[in-house]
Every structure is written in C-alpha cells, then in structure tokens.
C-alpha cells in the first residue's frame, strides 16, 4: 500500500475525543482508520440501496422465472 502525506486542518474538539479515545495511536493510524471507516460506511449504504429492488416486487408475485415465494417452498420441502 502506498502511502501519502496528508497536510490539513480538522476541528480541534474532535481531534482531542479521538486522541482520547486511542491513546496509544498515532494521528496517521487513527485518520487511515476514520477513511477506511467512510468507505465501508459507504459500500454497506450501496449494497442496502442495491437490495431495496427486492422490495419492490412482492416475494409472491411470478416474473419470467416463476414465484420466489414457490420456489422457496419447493426447496425447504427437499
């Protein structure tokens, strides 16, 4: 993984919570962790906006693969 150097300003208050918080890390793990934290947050909102279709269509309703609902209740049966 390549690193690079990050130069900025961030609210003061929050730092200090953080740096309480984990004590023994340094500024550049806790920000590599706050970053990874926001892409996972976001993955986790992309992949509960992709199974929201499924709401859509009721499990009953048929399409041109037949009944979810049916399906379903063939495969518990064997």
């Known amino acids: ?28 793990t806790l920000l590599d962790e706050a970053l990874g934290t926001l892409v996972a947050r976001n993955r986790a909102s992309e992949i509960d906006a992709a199974y929201l279709a499924y709401d859509e269509f009721p499990i009953e309703e048929s399409d041109e693969w037949g009944s979810l609902a049916a399906f379903r209740a063939g495969v518990a049966a064997s």
């Open 1 to 28: 993984m390549s690193r690079v150097r990050v130069s900025t300003t961030v609210d003061g208050d929050l730092l200090d919570a953080v740096r309480r918080l984990r004590p023994t890390a340094n500024d550049a």
